[in-house]
């Protein structure tokens, strides 16, 4: 099992940004940032492998969000620039412990432990 917790989270305007940050107990192969807006299902918006850093991002937020790690402090962090007020959401952190198996990726991975959550809102 391991333990995540998000913290960052908070109002800005459009345009402005934020910068979410995962505290992670232990060792991880995936981490990911999952938001879900009032009324919308979850959405899996960034993904790294933490082992060779390869990212993914959802369509609606590259080249505006930035999914990074920092070993040394344990965190996973999602810098979010240009922020939209669709981007208005509860942001969660999820990791997955295990390896993966073949033809799986961090993107399209099963994620087992999540974090409490973050609110993030952006006016327009």
């Known amino acids: 099992q391991v333990q995540l917790v998000e913290s960052g989270g908070g109002s800005v305007q459009a345009g402005g940004s934020l910068r979410l940050s995962c505290a992670v107990s232990?060792?991880?192969?995936?981490m990911a940032w999952f938001r879900q807006a009032p009324g919308k299902e979850r959405e899996g918006v960034a993904t790294i492998y933490t082992p060779g850093r390869t990212t993914s991002y959802v369509d609606s937020v590259k080249g505006r969000f930035t999914i990074s790690q920092d070993n040394a402090k344990n965190t996973m962090s999602l810098q979010m620039d240009s922020l939209k007020p669709e981007d208005t959401a509860m942001y969660y952190c999820?990791?997955?412990?295990?390896?993966?198996?073949?033809?799986?990726?961090?993107?399209?991975?099963?994620?087992?432990?999540w974090g409490q959550g973050t609110q993030v809102t952006v006016s327009s």
């Open positions: 232990r060792y991880t192969t995936c």
């Open positions: 999820a990791a997955r412990v295990s390896g993966l198996r073949s033809g799986e990726s961090c993107a399209n991975s099963n994620y087992f432990s």
